[in-house]
């Protein structure tokens, strides 16, 4: 008789399921009273995992002990109520256990025959994001792994439909705030760095068209040609928001496709005051977005949406010996990079069905008001400026006492956004805004509360004094002090 080698007896297989479930309901009852950073160092973290490939196996129960002790704890908890740092991954709990359900049954999504049911729900997925985003009848796509896949997968697609076998001249525009996964699509796709045009923005953080026209024109002149725009729908840095309608019209008068990365930002399109934000989003010849963002779904689920669904397959559509009997199916492995890919569908198919579309609607819109409240109480706190205006869930502001030099105020918010994690376990993040270190708040988890703000801005506060005095104390050289 064949020895089964991975086979386990029902009881055991029902016993360790449900102290994995135990241990997922147990992580969402208390997440809120654990940090959401502040793990052990690098260095710290590898000793604890220093050990050879084991020959024998030991217990589950062991093993699942040592993952709770010392595996989880020491990563950031994105969904944590108090991470306001990059665009977190709030998740949810039904999403999480659809997600185990896909990892349980292992379906194969990457051609219909493997995955036929699983192909189709992806499929009514893809048109209900399309439909809610107004993007017409013709459109499609294909779901990834995130936003950098999706980006990779909308350029390759306009490089195959809009360029030739010689695209040396072509010239792709994006701004000065594009998120860097662009550049390297870019990179992998075979463009230079010469024929990447990063332009300025404006005082709004936002693609100058003067300064992408007289570049454009400038370029038609040198014999170059005008190829792909990249718009941000919801720059990572401030939520800003590219003037989408005027970027389709140069689209349109120079036969230029309009790539547009609203990976965490399109979701806000389900309300009506995202909808205003991200007014022309829907023109995109394609569109990037992340459901494991804005749209609450455990990682890794991210999508690329394009105006014409065709344009995918002419793409990556490819054919092999071994493939042979799925020609003729309406393959995803033929409008992406992946031929193995995992049922990324279920997650947000199940989560829609179980808490309805206006779950979400109405949830993005309260993430949305709670970067106004940071600024309500910000403009009540001496000495701190907002630096940009909330937008799209995100708010910049620092510290910046007229008393003392720009150098020291950088010096001041650089040292809060680590000082708040190491002492409090409250992830923000730090960036420059106009030459200036600011601090920026993403508050897009419906899991925060008017307190979670409170707390972390009147904690920032207080810090701040006390810096603020330590660093100008009596007798002291502002430069010494800036130095230790």
Known sequence: MQESFFQLPEEEMRRIGYQVID??????RTLGEKPAGGHKNASEITSLFDEAIPEKGKAFEEILTKAKTDIFPNNMYLNHPR??????????FI???ADTLASGYNVFSGIERAGAAANQIERLVIHWLTQEMDMGSSAGGVLTSGGSAANLIGLATAREVLLGEDRSKAVIYCSDQTHKSNFKALKILGFTQEQL???P????HQLSISHLQAQVVFDKRVGKSPFCIIANAGTTNTGAVDPLLEIRKICDQEQCWMHVDAAYGGAA?????????????NLADSLTIDPHKWLYQPYDIGGILVKNSEHLLNAFQ???SYLKETEGYRNFADKGLQLSRRFRALPLWMSIKHYGLDTFRQAIQYTMSLTNQVASILEELPYWEIMTAPQLGIITFRFAPDSISTELQNTINLRLADHIMDEQGIVLSSTIIRGRTVLRMCTINPNTSCEDLEVTLAYLDFVAHKFHSELTSEGVPSSQKTAS
Do not use: K
Request: charged share 10%.
């Open 95 to 97: 999403s999480v256990m």
């Open 318 to 320: 490819t054919s092999a």
């Open 23 to 28: 241990t997922l309901i147990q992580h969402y």
């Open 83 to 92: 991470f306001f740092a990059w665009v977190p991954g709030p998740s949810n």
């Open 197 to 199: 045009s990063i332009l």
């Open 269 to 281: 399109w389900l309300t009506s005051e995202g909808r205003q934000a991200l007014h022309g989003m």
């Open 201 to 204: 923005t404006d005082e709004l």
